[in-house]
Each structure stands twice: as C-alpha cells, then as structure tokens.
C-alpha cells in the first residue's frame, strides 16, 4: 500500500474474507472488492478510516441465477459460491446503516456484457437510497479513483460525462437501465430517437 501511495496509485484488496480484509485495512489499502464476508469489527474500521467497499451485488446475483438456473462448476467452488451469496446481502445491508462509504462497481466478465446497470438496483434492494447508490456510480468512485477534480459531478470544468434515462431515478433507480443518450468528454456517442435531453 505504501508503496502504491508513494507513485499516487490506488490499491485494491479482491476479499471475500474477513480477516484478510482487516489486514488489508490496517496497511492502508482504499478499497475492498467483493466483502462477501465483512464483519462489525472489518465495517467499523472500513467506516472510521474512509475505506470503500465495492460489494459487486451483480457478480454475486449471476452467480445465484446460474445455480437457479442449473448450472454447474466444481462442487467446492459451488459451495462456496453458495456461502459468499448468503453471506453478500446481510453484509451490504450492514455497510450501508454503519455509514461505509459504498463504490459502484460490478465484477464485469463473470456475466453477460451490458448488464452492468443492474448493480443500481441491486445495491438500492440492499437499503441505499436512489440518490446514493448514484453518488456510488459517480462522485464516490470518482472520489475513490482520485479523479473528482475531473469528473464524477456536472460542474465547469469538468468532463462533460454524462448519460441520460427515461424517468426519475430517484422515484425508480432502475431506469438507469434504460440508458438513451450518452455523451463522453463533449462528445454524443449515442442519441436514442425521441430522448428529450434539453439544451
């Protein structure tokens, strides 16, 4: 950790558990990945010393409809897929009432691409407010990447990032799965016809 603060980079710690996060957290890391198994004791320092917890519900969630669905993988990594699925809601549930700064993030390639909008709906199943879990998806992770000065929020200045949804978020934080204009840097790279985006 130290050694990644020195060059200015942000590191990570890919944890299910909780004792390996909790070294993780005590050497400085920024953020834990996945937290499957975090407890009190892993969350009130994560809360106390400014950690990020990137839950990643989605890659957890494919992993429950394979298993509905009857797939199969190998008996022990089943098993403890099983646990981490059981364990990953009661966790986040917890994250999000002891104040744990909670990061978007969904483990992409361990599902389909393009479903990466469902963490919205799945992080705000799990109690955080609409309005937060999209803070998660921009100025938090944009805080968590040291690039807030940049992007993450629509200011002067800053990239203009930004994609546009049918409907109220705050009254249905789904519809951010229904992504109808995106611009990058300036730049529209999708205009769905008929999306009313202003001026």
Known sequence: ?????????????????????????????????????????????????????????????????????????????????????????ATVSKAVKMGVRIAFGTDAGVF???????????????GM???????AATSVNAGLFGIAERVGTLQAAKLADIVAIPGNPLENIRQTEKVAFVMKEGRIHRHDAGTQTGK
């Not at 609409?130 to 803070?135: A, F, H, Q, T």
């Open 1 to 89: 950790m130290d050694e990644a603060h020195a060059k200015g980079k942000k590191a990570a710690a890919h944890s299910h558990g909780a004792e390996a996060a909790k070294r993780a957290i005590r050497a400085g890391i920024d953020s834990i990945e996945h937290g499957s198994f975090l407890d009190d004791e892993a969350l009130k320092m994560m809360a106390e010393r400014g950690t990020y917890f990137v839950p990643t519900m989605l890659a957890a969630e494919s992993l429950r409809q394979l298993l509905a669905a009857g797939g199969r993988m190998d008996p022990r990594t089943e098993r403890k897929a099983k646990l981490a699925i059981d364990a990953v809601d």
């Open 112 to 126: 389909a691409h393009g479903r990466n909008a469902e963490e919205f709906g799945l992080l705000a199943a799990r």
């Open 129 to 135: 407010r609409p309005v937060d879990v999209l803070k």
